[in-house]
């Protein structure tokens, strides 16, 4: 402060107007210096941490730098206020001083909320880790701790300020109720979000579909109040979160297999080479190197219709794949056509058998 004093004594002769824009202009420099020493600083550090797989370190000082950008220009800007002396005796002085403290909570409240996004986006990353954190489980711990933060930063702002927390929770436990019945619905969606956190009957990225509901597609998003759901037709679908505590969800994406479930009807004419057919489709599926051997398989003769002698196949495949799946089902009914053609067997279609009665006898019986 004894510099400063001895700096103020030279730019006296300056007056009052021109030794403000000189304490301008220095703090100006100085702010500026430290702002590209600070960016310099980072970008240093940023390379040496780019060449490791820590995610801690890469996350902290991408976190860092507008913070820290912010709390340096606010600083530059408070300490010309003060060195100036303009405002020493301004009734607005001490006010501007829980401004900068505020501003200053703030930027820490900003550093770490920005340092829990960036973690959470990197646990999921193959290149930080060998196994990275699931999608649904990281959003959820980073959605929960940056609400921590949000709500200690709010809770300090006003312990400085002056506000009693005692008298705000007694007012918030009267006004909570009536909040409570205004925003049922709210808080329903909000408690469906947590139980689909803890109970995870899906996640991002799965195919989800409801018996109940008109409800099918890919999850995109999984928030507090509703989860987005892209369908196959790529139209997005919002559903309240407390939907799905009333709803059955079927999770195809974790089927451990696909299932081929087809009936084939052959000639009556053809019905000498089912037994022949049938053995030779289950030795097709026995050996087809998509076909999961280890799971139920059923090739039998299985009814006889108007028309037609039917046997089913009953089979699963290996890959849950949809496009892949289909691709193997084709093979495999193809070449159940080509076994029922090498056994000199046809598929049957609807035929009709007229039967006619002698007609020299009818003509006879007539005359």
Do not use: C
């Not at 973690?119 to 196994?131: F, P, V």
């Not at 451990?256 to 000639?267: H, L, M, S, W």
Request: proline fraction near 3%; charge should be negative; charged fraction near 20%.
């Amino acid at each position: 402060m004894d510099q400063i004093g001895s700096f103020d004594s030279v730019l006296s002769w300056l007056g009052t107007d021109g030794r403000w824009l000189a304490y301008v202009a220095g703090v100006a420099l100085v702010a500026m210096t430290t702002s590209f020493i600070l960016n310099r600083i980072i970008h240093h550090f940023e390379v040496r941490a780019q060449a490791t797989s820590n995610p801690w370190d890469d996350a902290l000082l991408s976190a860092l730098k507008r913070p820290a950008q912010l709390l340096i220009w606010v600083s530059a800007i408070w300490w010309t206020i003060k060195m100036s002396g303009v405002l020493d005796n301004h009734p607005d002085f001490e006010v501007l001083g829980r401004v900068y403290d505020l501003i200053a909570v703030f930027s820490i409240t900003w550093f770490v909320y920005r340092f829990i996004h960036e973690m959470e986006n990197r646990l999921q990353d193959k290149a930080y880790l060998r196994k990275p954190v699931d999608q649904t489980t990281a959003v959820a711990i980073g959605k929960v701790l940056r609400a921590v933060v949000v709500l200690a930063a709010v809770v300090a702002v006003m312990q400085y300020l002056g506000y009693s927390m005692s008298g705000i929770l007694a007012v918030g436990g009267v006004g909570g109720l009536a909040i409570g019945f205004a925003a049922q619905d709210l808080l329903a969606n909000f408690f469906g979000a947590l139980m689909i956190y803890m109970d995870r009957p899906f996640k991002i990225g799965d195919w989800i579909r409801s018996p109940d509901r008109e409800i099918e597609g890919t999850v995109e998003n999984i928030g507090w109040r509703i989860t987005t759901i892209r369908t196959f037709d790529k139209r997005p679908l919002y559903v309240p979160n407390s939907v799905f505590s009333k709803i059955t969800v079927e999770n195809p994406s974790r089927m451990t297999n696909r299932r081929i479930y087809e009936t084939f009807g052959v000639r009556y004419a053809d019905m000498n080479k089912v037994a022949m057919i049938v053995e030779e489709v289950r030795a097709m599926l026995v050996e087809h190197e998509e076909i999961d051997a280890n799971q139920t398989m059923i090739v039998n003769l299985v009814s006889f219709g108007d028309s037609t002698v039917n046997f089913f196949v009953y089979t699963f495949t290996k890959t849950t794949d949809w496009v892949r799946f289909h691709a193997i089902k084709q093979d495999i009914m193809l070449k159940i056509s080509a076994i029922i053609e090498g056994q000199g067997g046809e598929f049957a279609f609807p035929t009709q058998t007229l039967h006619l009665a002698d007609i020299d006898k009818l003509v006879k019986e007539v005359n």
